[in-house]
């Protein structure tokens, strides 16, 4: 089992950054594909950001390219997400999630989660 405990969320204005982290505790002998996913209200979970257990491959979705940005401290066993430009449609919970084999866009291939951590941005 693996544990994943998010962290860094907070209210900030439009414009502002935040970084996400992640650590993982429990059985992290294996390395894991870690994925950021985000829920808004009365919204689905989407697919934010994933990165391969390397750190050598990373996947945005369309909306945050360019604005945030995914890496990982093997050594440490976390991922962070460093969030720049932010919008008031950012606003949301954020988990994270790792998985043996999937690295990609589908929550449901993913095995462990994280609690969430809430990414409030005013306008």
């Known amino acids: 089992q693996v544990q994943l405990v998010e962290s860094g969320g907070g209210l900030v204005q439009a414009g502002a950054s935040l970084r996400l982290s992640c650590a993982a505790g429990?059985?992290?002998?294996?390395?894991?594909?870690m994925g950021w996913f985000r829920q808004g209200p009365v919204k689905e979970r989407e697919f934010v950001a994933s990165?391969?257990?390397?750190?050598?491959?990373?996947y945005y979705t369309d909306s945050v390219k360019g604005r945030f940005t995914i890496s990982r401290d093997n050594a440490k066993n976390t991922v962070y997400l460093q969030m720049n430009s932010l919008k008031p449609e950012d606003t949301a919970v954020y988990y994270c999630?790792?998985?043996?084999?999937?690295?990609?866009?589908?929550?449901?291939?993913?095995?462990?989660w994280g609690q969430g951590t809430q990414v409030t941005v005013s306008s």
């Open positions: 999630a790792a998985d043996l084999f999937y690295f990609y866009t589908d929550p449901v291939e993913y095995d462990y």
């Open positions: 429990g059985r992290t002998d294996s390395s894991y594909n």
């Open positions: 990165i391969t257990k390397s750190g050598s491959n990373t």
